[in-house]
């Protein structure tokens, strides 16, 4: 049975309410985007959706064991099984609670998916005026074969408060998933966060991955997303500055191989003056990696005073890589700033033949130099753990034995 | 040690060495001179093992191996190391970790085991020092931003570390004042034993005032036509190239 029979047998059901079932509705008769799609054109759901998938089951517990293996090791974790909250742990200044609040509305038939499937919704909240001195390590696993998953969260920073998170998404086995991710970030007046997405789950892994990001004045937020494993991964980072002196910072590392498929699509909505946003997104493409690559940056009329800057550079270390990028820019004001650029290219011949006549082999040359393309995106992450897993993935995925720190 | 015979390479379309005769021993400094564009940097890049250039005949041995065979990284492996002309700039990697990497690659070709960190720093502390170097120096990017003679002083300074038994200067002279010159070639001296040996490559004779070659070769149109002592050179400067070009065509 297709995904979609799927969800058509479910909407009958009897234990669906009224609200989520009129939402399931709106999903059905839109279905799922196609590459008919403008914003979907180079990422096909056809074959994913084609397949059958458990939207109701019930997970397994996992154990203390899995935890620790599939941790970066961070004192304070929240933990997610299969969406649903496990681990809530007590952390001054945080409070993790469900919501109710937070109905339908959705604007694309993907999260309103998200909303009529979701078991359930979670709000982690950092209080006023506070700092959270310690990352938060958000894990989120997946126990149940070929499950269709949603995950629905929200994240609130409060009034000049300060937070880092880091967050990872893990299958227990290493069977098909299908993850549809939706988190909303608010930034109060005067926040900062750090949010650290790591996309390194299992190969027959398929994910998307929706965030809206919603900013005060004075506040700034830095999403870092690393993509390294998976099968099929579409990321769509949204930012609304709604209020003068906000700063979104996006930094984006993919490294493919196989046939993996990486999607990345950004938008940020400069609606207030004097506000500014920079993007770095890095990828490198291996075998018959894919890569897709959408940056937008809309600036409304009376946003005068912007200052966007976007790049997207791209490796090809393959014949048959693939990436399509794409930066698009509406700017409606006339006092701005805004500057981007993409390159596409491979590695510096003369450069590999300099290492190697210092006497390093021309895989650790590639993978040196690989690794110093992407550095300018990883060295802006915060959290050394963090950057070092970026580091030892990206050399693992080269398959070289590399010690890159000192 | 080197011994080159009749070696002929080239690029795809243009043959440059036509027919290269030299012979380095342990212990020897030979300097290799002539005009722009007679194939010095090619025979640096042919020993160094560079794939840009190929050889069509002759013969390329080193301690008795076919350096042929080699790739460049097991001639750096086996004691070859090639100053470059124009060093690359390599952003995202620091010099430091560059010299631990290229060091500890060189031991995993030997068998041993990464060379301890405090170790490296105090040899690296050495050497620096031998060569005058500011200390925040090894932080900075591998080339980047550096200025000509920074690049340079980079570029023995990795020769400093990493102990090579044959150095090929390949116009280690160029871009470099006279005081950076004068540091740079007391660091080469430092350097010299017995056991090891130098090639340096030079339009110009004032690098050999400070570094003293036992052998000067003049290299015109891919072959060597004229070898002496370092006379040769003092000659070279005044009278030009040009009678050695005319007794060569004849």
């Keep these: 049975m297709s995904l979609i029979e799927k969800i058509k047998s479910y909407s009958k059901g009897a234990s669906v309410s009224s609200d989520k079932k009129a939402e399931l509705n709106s999903f059905l008769k839109e279905g799922f985007p196609t590459i008919k799609d403008e914003e979907w054109k180079y990422s096909s759901l056809k074959k994913i959706i084609s397949e059958n998938y458990s939207i109701n089951a019930i997970g397994r517990n996992i154990t203390e064991a899995e935890i620790s293996n599939h941790s970066l090791g961070f004192n304070d974790k929240i933990v997610f099984v299969d969406g649903v909250l496990i681990l809530n742990p007590t952390i001054k200044n945080v409070t993790i609670s469900n919501y109710s609040e937070f109905k339908s509305r959705e604007k694309d038939s993907i999260s309103k998916l998200n909303y009529s499937l979701a078991k359930s919704g979670y709000t982690i909240a950092i209080s006023d005026n506070s700092i959270v001195e310690d990352p938060i390590e958000i894990l989120f696993f997946n126990t149940i074969e070929r499950g269709f998953t949603q995950y629905r969260n929200i994240v609130k920073i409060g009034k000049n408060s300060e937070a880092k998170f880091i967050e990872k998404i893990q299958n227990i086995n290493c069977d098909v998933s299908f993850v549809n991710h939706f988190t909303k970030i608010y930034c109060a007046k005067n926040s900062k966060i750090e949010y650290n997405k790591i996309q390194n789950n299992t190969s027959k892994s398929r994910l998307i991955d929706s965030m809206d990001v919603f900013q005060k004045q004075d506040s700034v937020c830095s999403i870092n997303t690393l993509v390294f494993g998976g099968e099929f991964i579409r990321n769509n980072l949204n930012f609304e500055q709604n209020g003068t002196n906000a700063e979104s910072n996006m930094n984006g590392v993919s490294v493919l191989n196989n046939s993996q498929l990486a999607d990345n699509h950004t938008f940020v909505d400069h609606r207030s003056a004097n506000c500014r946003s920079n993007e770095m997104y890095k990828g490198v493409y291996l075998d018959n990696a894919k890569g897709v690559f959408n940056g937008k940056i809309m600036v409304r009329k009376d946003s005068q005073k912007i200052d966007a800057f976007q790049a997207n550079n791209n490796l090809l270390l393959s014949e048959n890589a693939i990436i399509n990028s794409k930066p698009q820019l509406e700017i409606y004001a006339d006092d701005v700033k805004c500057s981007h650029g993409c390159t596409i290219g491979q590695l510096d011949e003369n450069a590999i033949f300099y290492m190697r006549s210092r006497g390093v082999g021309s895989k650790e040359a590639n993978a040196i130099l690989t690794y110093a393309f992407a550095s300018e995106a990883i060295n802006n992450i915060t959290i050394d753990a963090v950057a070092l897993l970026a580091k030892n993935l990206l050399a693992k995925k080269l398959n070289v034995d590399l010690d890159v720190s000192l | ?250």
């Design chain 2, 1 to 250: 040690m080197l011994k080159i015979k009749d070696l002929k390479a080239g690029t795809e379309n243009a043959k440059i060495l036509e027919g290269v005769n030299l012979e380095v021993n342990a212990g020897e400094i030979h300097a290799i001179m002539g005009p722009n564009g007679s194939g010095k940097s090619t025979l640096s890049a042919v020993i160094a093992g560079n794939e840009y250039f190929e050889v069509e005949s002759g013969t390329l041995e080193f301690d008795d191996i076919n350096l042929l065979d080699l790739d460049p990284e097991e001639r750096a492996h086996k004691g070859i190391f090639l100053s470059f002309q124009y060093p690359v700039e390599i952003p995202g990697i620091s010099v430091s970790n560059f010299i631990k990497t290229s060091i500890n690659e060189g031991r995993k070709a030997r068998g041993l085991d990464p060379i301890p960190a405090t170790e490296l720093l105090k040899m690296m502390q050495g050497k620096m020092d031998l060569l005058r170097m500011k200390k925040g120096y090894l932080s900075r990017n591998m080339n980047e931003g550096f200025s000509g003679g920074e690049k340079k002083r980079n570029e023995i300074f990795q020769m400093a570390m990493l102990e090579p038994k044959l150095s090929i200067l390949d116009e280690t002279d160029s871009g470099l004042d006279i005081d950076a010159l004068r540091v740079v070639a007391n660091g080469v001296n430092k350097l010299r034993t017995k056991d090891n040996a130098t090639i340096v490559i030079t339009h110009y004779q004032r690098l050999l005032d400070y570094i003293v070659p036992d052998f000067v070769h003049v290299l015109y149109d891919g072959r060597i036509i004229r070898s002496g002592g370092k006379e040769l050179a003092k000659e070279l400067e005044k009278k030009g190239y040009d009678w050695l070009k005319k007794a060569a065509c004849k």
